[in-house]
Every structure is written in structure tokens, then in C-alpha cells.
């Protein structure tokens, strides 16, 4: 497992990043199908350099970042993005971040590496600012893929619904982490790797979503 995530003090005082808000007309081509719920695709407004003009991109965080570095090729070090600290404030119950869990589901979609899910809960913590996704009931967006390792937030509501952080979704791939893991046999490096695979669902009708997915 990683074992460092982002100082967000420094996040917070560098990176602008305003409402990430599913676009309602644009399908995300890459993102597998979900029965029973629309792919959208993420937009997020950055700051090119610390205290410059801001652009929108649209897509997961990682393809966000990756694109911030054709504009400024210092952006990852500009806003420290490289700064470790400790990984366990992402194992903090989301009970006692004031949200209620109404269940977990293991058995569905494909397993992805749980190190890979948990680089993309990273990445996710970093963010500063609420995240915003559209109307559903079934709206979600491909807010994290990286090394075939998805995580989909997605609104059950038939409003749009905001959340108080980014933190509270990657927070949401790690109780599925915790209650769905398994180990399986790779032969060409001769050792277990842990995947994991599942949704959590909340009670005020929104849910994230970890799996396998080309990216």
C-alpha cells in the first residue's frame, strides 16, 4: 500500500480548484459501462502557477494533472503535489466525518490493484475545494484511473449533489478497501497482489464505486 499523501496545507494555499461538476451532455469515452448509470466525465478548474490564471480540463484527476504539466511543466512541484505525509488520515471513518453508510456491496465488477486505488484516493485528497456532480438518480464520473484501477463517484439524487470534500470520496474507496480485499497470484512476479473491487452507498443517495477500468 502507499504510505504518503499530500500536505494539503500547501495544496490549499497553492492550487485553486473550484466545484468539479459532471458535464450533463458529455459521456466519458473511456469509462466502462455501469448498468443502470450514466458515465459523465469530470471538469476542473486549476491554477496554471501559484497565484496565475486558471483553466478548465475535463476528465479524471490524473489526466487533469498530466495535462497542467504540457501547460507549466513545474506544476506538480510549483504547488508541492510531491510533499509526503502520512497516509492514514484516508482510514478516518467517514461515520465520524458526519456521513452515514447505508451498505457496502462486494460482489460486483472486476478487481482492480487495491495500491493503484489507493495512488488515485491520493491523488483525489489533494484536491481543495466541493465537489459537485449533476442530477441523477444513476449520474456518476470517473473522478480517478489510473494503471487499470477506476473510481466513480456517483449521484442518486435527482438534484445535483455537493459534498464537503474531495477527502470524502477518496475516503470512500478505503472503507471498500477495508471490507473487500482479496489476494491473488501473479505468475510472472511469483507473489500475491491485493485487489480490490466494490461500491459503497451512503444514505443521503450517493455512492463511489471501485473496479477494474481501462485506463
Known amino acids: 500500500m502507499l ?13 485553486l480548484v473550484l466545484p468539479a461538476v459532471a458535464a450533463p451532455t458529455v459521456a466519458n469515452r473511456d469509462a466502462s459501462a455501469i448498468l443502470g448509470y450514466g458515465i459523465e466525465e469530470l471538469t476542473w478548474e486549476l491554477q496554471t502557477t501559484p497565484g496565475g490564471p486558471a483553466v478548465n480540463v ?7 494533472y498530466k495535462h497542467m504539466e504540457t501547460i507549466n511543466p513545474g506544476f506538480i512541484s510549483d504547488f508541492g503535489l510531491e510533499q509526503p505525509v502520512d497516509l492514514s488520515s484516508l482510514a478516518m471513518p467517514l461515520e465520524s466525518r458526519g456521513y452515514k453508510i447505508d451498505h457496502i456491496t ?18 483525489l485528497n489533494k484536491v481543495p475545494g466541493k465537489p459537485t456532480n449533476g442530477p441523477g438518480p444513476g449520474n456518476c464520473g470517473r473522478v480517478s484511473c489510473s494503471y487499470g484501477a477506476a473510481i466513480y463517484w456517483c449521484n442518486d439524487n435527482t438534484v445535483s449533489k455537493t459534498i464537503d470534500t474531495f477527502g470524502y470520496i477518496s475516503g470512500a474507496p478505503q472503507t471498500v478497501v477495508n471490507n473487500c480485499p ?12 491485493p485487489v480490490t ?4 452507498f451512503m444514505t443521503d443517495n450517493w455512492n463511489v464505486i471501485v473496479r477494474y477500468d481501462k485506463c
Not at 58 to 64: K, L, P, S, V, Y
Not at 111 to 119: G, K, M, P, T
Request: with cysteine; proline share 0%.
Open 106 to 123: 462486494c460482489n460486483v465488477f472486476e478487481w482492480a490493484y487495491l495500491d493503484e486505488i489507493q495512488r488515485g484516493m491520493v491523488y
Open 58 to 64: 475535463t476528465g479524471t484527476i490524473e489526466q487533469a
Open 197 to 200: 473491487k466494490g461500491q459503497i
Open 182 to 193: 482479496k489476494s491473488v497470484a501473479m505468475r510472472d512476479i511469483g507473489r500475491l497482489v
Open 3 to 15: 504510505s504518503s499523501l499530500i500536505n494539503s496545507s500547501l495544496v490549499l494555499a497553492a492550487l
